[in-house]
């Protein structure tokens, strides 16, 4: 596959320059390291978006509440379960959770698509990617963690609860969606220095292979990138310009932030699936 | 009411310098100019993050025809209609068409709120504001004119569309509400200068009423500033600062499609909402 002459690959997909290890390689396409990381940076993008965004409102909590007064009847559940899982069920009828990049907070019962989805296969990952779901554990450092964070106490009408709800979903997709883009930048990894992981992974260690995707470096450098997008994105724009003081002060998120949410959960989340991506990297 | 003293006014509203005429007056709450303003603004950020995000994927022009074999089996209709139309039942049961602010793109039929909604009375607008809704103009102008203009040509997958229909109802959302915060403009603009506006009210006068609401160097400048956004929001963000060409160069959109969208649609069709509010802002 590698040393043979290849067709021009689909535009979604494209060769990297090393070629796969072959122990699982077979039907799966190429992936492109450039695209993985261009679109990792894209997504730093989103989520500063919906949670500059979701900021507007004040933090709502009877929306989080499994009861209260403004709970659904007949649904055991807090209304933003409610919400979600209603969402899930129309979204998954459209196919969403047929892409590999989308990932449902509550995936038990959802109806199949209702309009044709393209055939899986030949795939970018290997076929145990889609066991893996940590969504249970974003759903919870999301709310219990990160929402008080950046959100005002106080409890607008129940009319702005659905606006409310609908950027929380957004904030959880967006990050949902980056932390298990992790199986496609293990994949790239392994598919890199297969020589490298494959001990790692033959002995099921995952200290070792939690040191092989460890740069601190990087890590550094991503922080410092999503606290300057917070900064950027989330400032009073102006026609006279202000200077940087004034422009930090008006934030509507705080840079710090970010770097905390990527320092504290969505890389070390991101690195927890590529994990347990590469523990069933060579299963047959 | 204006004149003998009051209570600090609950947090969402605040007394306006100007009395109201008294004709519609009692039982309105008061309306703060400048936090119509602010919201005006703050809103602005929200139609360019939304846009932003929409660009991410192809046209996918599949989602928009009624007859496609990616139509839902059963409904008539195309695939985005399907899926805006059942978001709205989802949202209206928990309660956000309750809000002035919010309005369906699909009103027949939406089923009551499931949950306890505050009492609609005292009202900040006028009652016949209810009867004001422009979405079919908006949903027509997004779908056939503004999406091809920042959307390339191409078809994803199945399995993006359900990711690209939210974007396109966020994009439709965010503009229906900037739209129709017309009705709380016009408001303010009413209660400040009852005595310019009541004879083209009383005489059904749109054009004079139109020329009342107009304030061509307002205009060019929101322009300005909502071009300014897009630049500033949809730039590439690098640690190492990079020249003012090369960040226009990357823009993720077209910064004068902003001031197109505002000069061409969002503005003229927030004063028709405006002009309709007005003309029946008398009406017992």
Redesign the interface.
């Known amino acids: 596959m590698a040393s043979s002459p290849t067709p021009p690959p689909p ?2 997909t494209a060769r990297n320059g090393n070629s796969d290890d072959g122990s699982k390689g077979e039907g799966l396409l190429m992936i492109d390291l450039e695209r993985v990381r261009k679109s990792l940076i ?1 997504q730093e ?2 989520i500063v ?1 919906s949670l ?2 979701r900021a ?1 409102f004040p933090s709502n909590s009877s929306l989080y509440k499994s009861s209260s ?5 007949g649904f055991d559940g807090s ?1 933003i379960q ?2 979600v899982k ?2 899930e069920i ?2 998954s ?7 590999p990049e ?1 990932h449902p907070f509550f995936p038990d019962g959802l109806p199949l ?6 055939p899986k296969s030949p795939e970018l990952l290997h076929g145990a990617a889609s066991s893996i779901n940590i969504n249970s554990t974003i759903w919870k450092f999301y709310l219990e963690e990160l929402l008080p964070l950046f959100t005002k106490q106080g409890d ?8 409310t ?2 950027c929380d979903l ?1 904030c959880l997709q967006a990050l949902s969606r980056r932390i298990h883009y992790g199986k496609f930048v293990a994949e790239v990894k392994f598919r890199d220095a297969p020589e490298e992981y494959g001990p790692a992974i033959r002995a099921q260690d995952r200290d070792a292979l939690m040191k092989l995707l460890t740069f601190e470096d990087v890590e550094e ?1 991503v922080k ?2 999503v606290a ?2 917070a900064m ?2 989330s ?1 009073e ?3 006279i310009e202000k200077d940087a003081d004034d422009k930090q002060q008006n934030c ?1 998120i705080d840079p710090s932030l970010l770097s905390r949410l990527y320092g504290e959960w969505v890389m070390p989340l991101t690195k927890l699936v590529q994990v347990e991506y590469l523990l069933r990297r060579l299963d047959k």
């Open positions: 535009a979604e894209r993008d989103s978006f500059i965004e507007k007064s403004s709970q659904i009847p209304l409610y919400i209603e969402t129309l979204h009828k459209i196919g969403r959770y047929e892409s989308e698509p209702l309009i044709p989805c393209p607008g009408d129940a009319s702005s609860y659905a606006c709800a609908v957004n450098m410092k990138r300057k997008k950027i994105f400032q724009v102006n026609l509507k």
